[in-house]
């Protein structure tokens, strides 16, 4: 059974650094992706990054290219990110997702298995 539990969110002014963690339990190495998604009330659910855990192939929205970085820790069984440079745009609640199989990384509606979120405010 796969379980995501997000943490390492907060208030920052712009300009700041975060790392967000996720605990994922029950996602194997073995054809998983696993992803960070943004939303702010009234819109979509984003994604923000991806990676494929057979590979370590990871995928960026242009939005945060350069400012984020995903990655994983397997003997952990987490998934961070990485956050520098933030902007106010970044605020939001961020999710880990997880699902099956590679490709569409970073369309929401393709995840299965969904943290229940944690909250990033960034203040300008």
């Known amino acids: 059974q796969v379980q995501l539990v997000e943490s390492g969110g907060g208030s920052i002014e712009a300009g700041g650094s975060l790392r967000l963690s996720c605990k994922a339990s029950?996602?194997?190495?073995?054809?998983?992706?696993l992803a960070w998604f943004r939303q702010t009330p009234g819109k979509e659910r984003e994604g923000v990054a991806a990676?494929?855990?057979?590979?370590?192939?990871?995928y960026y929205a242009d939005s945060v290219k350069g400012r984020f970085t995903i990655s994983r820790d397997i003997r952990k069984a987490r998934l961070y990110l990485q956050m520098n440079s933030l902007k106010p745009e970044d605020g939001g609640m961020y999710f880990c997702?997880?699902?099956?199989?590679?490709?569409?990384?970073?369309?929401?509606?393709?995840?299965?298995?969904w943290g229940q979120g944690t909250q990033v405010t960034v203040s300008s």
């Open positions: 997702a997880a699902k099956r199989g590679r490709g569409n990384t970073l369309v929401a509606t393709w995840y299965t298995y």
């Open positions: 029950g996602v194997t190495s073995s054809s998983f992706s």
């Open positions: 990676i494929y855990t057979p590979t370590g192939g990871t």
